[in-house]
């Protein structure tokens, strides 16, 4: 008799728990791998889609990707819920946006939409903390169209250049997550790399008939609340990347000396930022240290002369990016924020006149080198 | 049938790590910026001092249901008040933990599910949790426990290379603004180690000898593992952009990244998390009942009862917390003020005519 009773509540939830209202079949889902974003000449947005063919997920896939095309489709509309909606009347597939490593704004969105487009990713829980954004130099649909080695899916090659091969130090990887916070900080500027399009003779394939154009990343761009600040030189952003002591293993430094070039590689790196305050003036402090191998030497250089050579390398390189940013008013060492965590009581006093304040900080610049190993392999070169 | 110790202090130990870290955060943040490990140890040592008060008076009456232990502590009329006021507390706590859940899973996870077909899922197992009795739940609640603890540790030890240890200053903050309503904020969920006086009957005192410190230890643990995950998005997120996050502890899952292989968690993480929530919630209105229960001298559990009390739940959160918003509103509006009845001035009290009683029961003696 219970179990007759019990029957009517079993079938019950039989029925909800099969939940058949948020179901997604994997073969009625269209994998978003990358999104580019422009703007048009009548103040739209164009939106550039890229998705991966199914068959380039598995692994007999990828091995026979080479002759296959992903599918990049553009879409013009007034906002980009709109272009993302739109996405949907071309895909015979449901667009699915968690699988999504790339996100490329155009230079000109970074210029007038930056906001607007950036809220509407923020509010796609779909969109993971983890997707790296970087800057279009031009259009970001050229970059989401062109090629990069080795990988058939664009997206996936620009992310794999951003996170893996980064051996110059001239950017730092920024993701949503990075992004955001330095957005929501108020004493705080954001950044992104910035990504162009090079057709340089040393890049270009021997095949002809091929694509004569790569995809190159050596720079950072500053935002100051969705507001383009800036953006810096390569070699700036090398001096930048030491300064927070970011420089990436394996970085390679040419450094022109009395004797002859002295090219180094970066072992490790780290920088160790003092603030000191006098009264409301801050003063601040970089001490620098690098150890490093070197990779190709003046004959008659002593290991002393070389360690010397870098660090004054180093810290004229950087003395010119601090004060080149101080003239421009431009924080993008963080010191703001510094400050604020430090010294809490000055920074209510001096944070509204920072940019006199800024102006006037007194910046010491320390660096110590050492020498690894010399990988001397061969003792002279070949005469 | 009855529970050891050690199940009763996982029951409490549940219920205490399932709810900090889903919507606190952000409010705590808002408050305190990056001094919020401040209120949350100042919550736990008032919670502490309150488990403690609860345990006592608890330990002195053994085999005797709350309600029979509030009625010789404070006396009949007095104690079915409280009795009463103490079965709303459960019954909103279970309402709170139902709809919880069921706006984090359509929030998150299933968009186009009607939000009654997951709320009424969810009230039926808490039925059937009902119908099983607290002996079952404190059985089941070892093993989810130790489901729960190990994801809140992977989760914890997974994203500190993802900490900026320069978000945590200043250490100390600049005033105190914000400090008391962060304090009732995680007041508002350690406090719930109340729980304590209505799981303590069915421990079997015959078998198994006093093991306070035990109890207390445990439940110490989940206060101070859970606040770890608070300040450890505080360290991941930065205090302003935290105070943005609705639901701060799934964006911190989804920031897990071991290597190549191991990524998305999310979906793995909730779940165990949304099974201990389940428990909870079960926990949660088995005790309104057995509140209920007693305060009406039924001899025996009535599921008639059950049923009646899991519709006007049903009827309830469509009324009062229908969605996230309205939830929020309530939980950091209302709750957080209306909790300090049953987190402070009620165990005050009972403490009180305690302690009066014992010392004129030990004066009657001399």
Same mark, same amino acid.
């Given at each position: ?17 099969? +939940? ?33 063919? !199914? ?130 900080? !108020? ?57 927070? +002591? ?13 004797? +002859? ?20 003036? !801050? ?101 | ?94 309402? #709170? ?12 996870? *299933? ?72 304090? *009732? ?44 995950? *608070? ?26 990244? #071991? ?68 939830? #929020? ?38």
């Amino acid at each position: 008799m219970v179990k007759v009773n019990k029957m009517p509540l079993v079938i019950f939830c039989l029925f909800i728990l099969t +939940g058949c209202w948020d179901r997604n079949e994997i073969s009625d889902i269209n994998f978003v791998m990358g999104m580019a974003i422009d703007t048009t000449d009548e103040d739209k947005l164009r939106v550039t889609f890229q998705w991966a063919l !199914p068959t380039q997920f598995s692994t007999e896939g990828a091995k026979g990707a080479g002759s296959q095309e992903n599918t990049d489709f553009s879409i013009e509309a007034d906002s980009l819920t709109r272009a993302m909606s739109m996405l949907t009347e071309i895909s015979p597939r449901t667009p699915v946006y968690s699988h999504m490593e790339l996100i490329v704004l155009g230079e000109e969105v970074v210029q007038k939409e930056m906001e607007n487009v950036i809220n509407v990713i923020d509010r796609e829980f779909e969109v993971r903390r983890t997707v790296n954004i970087v800057t279009a130099k031009g259009k970001g649909e050229d970059i989401l169209r062109s090629k990069t080695p080795f990988e058939t899916v664009q997206s996936t090659g620009i992310q794999k250049i951003i996170t893996m091969s980064n051996q110059s130090s001239t950017f730092r990887d920024v993701n949503l997550n990075d992004l955001f916070i330095h957005v929501a900080d !108020p004493d705080s500027l954001a950044y992104t790399p910035v990504v162009e399009t090079v057709a340089q003779s040393g890049l270009e394939p021997t095949e002809t008939g091929g694509q004569n154009s790569w995809i190159q990343v050596d720079r950072v761009i500053f935002f100051d609340k969705f507001k383009k600040q800036l953006e810096l030189s390569a070699e700036e952003s090398k001096a930048w990347m030491y300064v927070l +002591g970011k420089v990436e293993d394996r970085t390679v430094m040419e450094i022109p000396t009395d004797k +002859g070039m002295l090219v180094t590689s970066s072992v490790s790196q780290k920088s160790k930022p003092t603030i000191e305050m006098n009264g409301d003036q !801050p003063s601040v402090k970089y001490t620098i240290t690098e150890k490093t191998s070197i990779m190709d030497k003046p004959i008659d250089m002593t290991k002393s002369e070389m360690e010397k050579a870098i660090e004054a390398y180093l810290s004229e390189k950087v003395t010119e990016t601090i004060k080149k940013m101080q003239e421009e008013n431009h924080d993008i060492f963080f010191l703001r924020k510094a400050i604020r965590q430090q010294y809490p009581q000055q920074w209510k006093k001096i944070r509204k006149n920072w940019p006199e304040t800024y102006a006037s900080i007194q910046f010491e610049v320390h660096t110590k080198v050492t020498i690894e190993h010399q990988n001397a392999l061969r003792k002279d070169k070949i005469e | 049938m009855r529970i050891t110790h050690g199940q009763m202090t996982a029951l409490v130990m549940l219920v205490l790590l399932v709810q900090i870290y889903a919507y606190a955060p952000a409010y705590m943040a808002e408050h305190t910026h990056q001094s919020l490990w401040i209120p949350l140890l100042l919550s736990i040592a008032l919670s502490a001092i309150v488990g403690w008060t609860m345990l006592i008076v608890s330990e002195h009456y053994p085999n005797e249901s709350f309600v029979s232990v509030l009625h010789k502590v404070i006396g009949k009329f007095l104690g079915n008040i409280v009795a009463g006021l103490y079965f709303i507390y459960f019954f909103i706590l279970f309402i #709170i933990h139902s709809q919880m859940i069921v706006t984090t899973f359509k929030t998150l996870f *299933l968009p186009r599910t009607p939000m009654s077909a997951i709320l009424l899922l969810v009230l039926i197992l808490a039925l059937y949790c009902s119908f099983l009795g607290i002996e079952v739940l404190a059985r089941a609640s070892n093993m989810v426990l130790i489901l729960l603890l190990a994801t809140i540790l992977l989760l914890i030890f997974s994203v500190i290379p993802e900490i900026d240890p320069s978000y945590y200053k200043p250490i100390f903050p600049q005033s105190s603004d914000g400090l008391l309503y962060s304090t *009732l904020i995680s007041f508002s969920n350690y406090g719930q180690i109340v729980l304590l006086s209505t799981i303590f009957p069915f421990v079997n005192h015959q078998k198994e000898k006093r093991k306070r410190s035990k109890v207390f230890g445990g439940i110490l643990f989940s206060c101070f593992l859970t606040s770890m995950v *608070l300040v450890v998005e505080i360290g991941v997120f930065s205090p302003f952009e935290l105070q943005r996050l609705q639901y701060p502890t799934v964006e911190l899952i989804t920031l897990i990244q #071991i290597g190549e292989f191991m990524e998305r968690m999310e979906i793995f993480l909730v779940t165990i998390w949304a099974g201990a929530m389940l428990l909870v919630i079960g926990i949660f209105f088995t005790v309104s009942c057995l509140t209920m229960t007693h305060m009406l001298k039924k001899p025996k559990e009535s599921k008639a009862l059950n049923i009646l009390l899991i519709m006007i739940g049903f009827a309830s959160i469509l009324q009062f917390v229908p969605d996230t918003t309205n939830l #929020i509103t309530f939980i950091y509006g209302q709750w957080v003020y209306l909790s300090l009845i049953f987190h402070a001035v009620l165990p005050v009290l009972i403490g009180l005519f305690f302690f009066i009683r014992i010392k004129v029961m030990k004066h009657g003696k001399s």
